[in-house]
């Protein structure tokens, strides 16, 4: 097992606040702890993206928004704007929702059509797409890897984090059997200490989604949010 640096480890976390009452305060911390830290992005709500730019100015520290956040259930036109406006805003990654009931339902031209919606609203912008992969069953998380890795998006990732359960090993190991080695793979949901980020590093993710990555990067133990 290859053992990552901190700063390794650092340059692979986006450092996550997506709490419906995260505060300016708060969201000022988060920024200052990315600058502090190296870390690759700070991830958001779209409606704080501007703020954190703001905060971000000079750093090198992306912005990162989450679209169709947390159910996926929205419609396709809908999350198309919301990734234009995001962009427009500052945001340097943008993290989709899949729309998992259709997933589980076996519409799968809808589940393309409407990540490829978000694809195009990107241009040259990275997009991840959040599986949900606690609600899914492995043939579901095989088909959406499929999905993902012929449209060409950038990265595919386990979890919100607001739902039953984050990210597995197991589920991780499987995305990136399917996407390959070019792909992406992000890990969120549970990832909150140094041990679990490089257990997941190892098992293929090349990302890791946290609001614990100063534990992580400092060997502490991280607290029990995203």
């Known amino acids: 097992?290859?053992?990552?640096?901190?700063?390794?480890?650092?340059?692979?976390?986006?450092?996550?606040?997506?709490?419906?009452?995260?505060?300016?305060a708060q969201l000022a911390t988060?920024?200052?702890?990315?600058?502090?830290?190296?870390?690759?992005?700070?991830?958001?709500?779209?409606?704080?993206?501007?703020?954190?730019?703001?905060?971000?100015?000079?750093?090198?520290?992306?912005?990162?928004?989450?679209?169709g956040f947390p159910l996926g259930a929205g419609l396709s036109a809908s999350k198309a704007y919301e990734t234009q406006e995001a962009i427009a805003a500052g945001a340097g990654e943008i993290d989709m929702v899949l729309n998992i009931g259709w997933l589980k339902d076996g519409l799968f031209d809808a589940v393309r059509d409407d990540i490829a919606a978000v694809l195009k609203a990107c241009g040259e912008v990275p997009l991840k797409v959040i599986l949900e992969t606690c609600l899914l069953e492995e043939a579901q998380k095989v088909r959406a890897c499929e999905i993902c890795r012929d449209l060409g998006v950038a990265f595919v990732k386990t979890s919100t984090g607001f739902s039953r359960s984050g990210a597995t090993l197991e589920d991780v190991a499987l995305m990136r059997r399917v996407v390959g080695p070019d792909l992406g793979v992000k890990a969120s949901g549970g990832v909150r200490d140094a041990a679990t980020a490089q257990?997941?590093?190892?098992?293929?993710?090349?990302?890791?989604?946290?609001?614990?990555?100063?534990?992580i990067?400092?060997?502490a133990q991280g607290g029990s949010g995203y």
């Open 199 to 215: 257990a997941m590093i190892e098992a293929g993710a090349t990302r890791l989604g946290t609001s614990s990555g100063i534990a």
């Open 1 to 24: 097992m290859t053992t990552h640096s901190p700063a390794e480890l650092a340059k692979m976390i986006d450092h996550t606040l997506l709490a419906a009452d995260a505060s300016r």
């Open 217 to 219: 990067v400092t060997g």
């Open 30 to 67: 988060l920024c200052n702890e990315a600058r502090t830290h190296g870390f690759y992005s700070v991830c958001v709500n779209s409606a704080n993206v501007p703020y954190a730019v703001e905060q971000l100015q000079s750093a090198d520290v992306k912005v990162c928004a989450v679209v």
